[in-house]
């Protein structure tokens, strides 16, 4: 994942997650699902690349929306 968002800063910023254990991989998938949610915010913010966000694979995208939002419950 983190190699199709190499643009996004938003995603720079979270990865060094990916070495804290589990948890840590468990936040960051969170950070990313919740780009995918909630992309308009993100671009706004210039924190997210439009690119970045347009290429990511369609099937992976929507499980991590159905992730998000199944999370708000």
Known sequence: MLEHLKNCS???THSPLKYG????????????AGLFTFPEYYL?????SEE????????????L???KRASFF
């Open 10 to 12: 938003i995603v720079r």
């Open 21 to 32: 254990g589990p948890w840590g991989k468990l936040i960051l998938v969170g950070w990313i």
């Open 44 to 48: 706004k913010r210039g924190e997210a």
């Open 52 to 63: 970045d966000l347009n290429n990511f694979p369609k099937h992976l995208r929507n499980k």
């Open 65 to 67: 929306v159905m992730l």
